[in-house]
């Protein structure tokens, strides 16, 4: 059951799962999955979650019916580009994802900002971006820690060594667009009196937002991968 419980959070991320089991008291520990999922996929995702499938089939059927799924597999292969972009279910679990890197990333980014200025008002502008984006990652992940402590019932060691495997690559896109952003629109300078502040803070956080979106929309449609 401890084995189940580890897998739980990567199975019920991955929306193109509609319900999965595992018989326990069977000795080969047969894992048997519904949904819009081929072999490869499966095999990968029960790889991530830290464990190795082992036998050929995916269900016990006749060999016609695996013949019939194979060729869905290949028509799936062959669907265009297009129709890839299209699952409004994985845009809005990729925008969720997205969303909780969004806030955590700009409590820390904007957090240091306003403390850099109030206390170290001669750093440089570039030091000053370098720190807000390392305050912004790390924010980014205690906060994803946080979330998948309570929601999906991991422990804490558990849930600290998930967050810091997520993708580096969209946090880093998320915080790179929120400070350039912010940047040309005020130069770097939080003022809380200025109207043109909060307008660059809601600017920069919908380009943080748009910024590593698609990016997460690919892994998670493509690899069955959760990046936040």
């Known amino acids: 059951m401890n084995c189940v419980a ?4 990567f199975f019920n991320a991955t929306p193109s799962i509609q319900s999965w089991e595992v018989d326990t008291k069977n000795p080969d520990k047969v894992l048997t999955v519904r949904g819009e999922i081929t072999k490869n996929q499966l095999v990968e995702l029960v ?3 830290g464990f190795k499938a082992l036998g050929e089939g995916v269900m016990q059927e006749t060999a016609s019916r695996h013949l019939i799924d194979e060729q869905k597999d290949e028509i799936k292969t062959n669907t265009t580009q297009i129709d890839f972009w299209q699952d409004a279910t994985t ?4 925008g ?3 969303l909780n890197c969004l806030i955590g990333c700009s409590i820390g980014d904007f957090g240091m900002i306003i403390y850099l200025q109030a206390s170290h008002i001669h750093l440089s502008m570039t030091m000053t971006m370098i720190l807000a984006i390392i305050s912004g990652l ?4 205690i906060l994803e820690t946080i979330l998948l402590k309570y929601n999906e019932k991991l422990d804490w060691k558990q849930a600290f060594s ?11 896109a998320m915080e ?16 809380f009196h200025s109207h043109t502040y909060w307008l660059a803070f809601g600017i920069a956080a919908v380009a943080g937002f748009l910024a590593p979106l698609p990016y997460n929309y690919f892994k998670l449609k493509k690899y069955n991968k959760a990046c936040h």
């Open 138 to 141: 790390i924010t980014s992940i």
């Open 176 to 191: 790179i667009a929120m400070n350039i952003t912010d940047f040309m629109i005020t130069g770097g300078k939080a003022d």
């Open 6 to 9: 580890k897998v739980t959070p």
């Open 47 to 49: 790889s991530t979650a």
């Open 162 to 172: 998930m967050a810091l495997g997520m993708s580096l690559i969209s946090m880093i």
């Open 96 to 98: 969720k994802n997205t």
């Open 91 to 94: 845009w809005k679990r990729a």
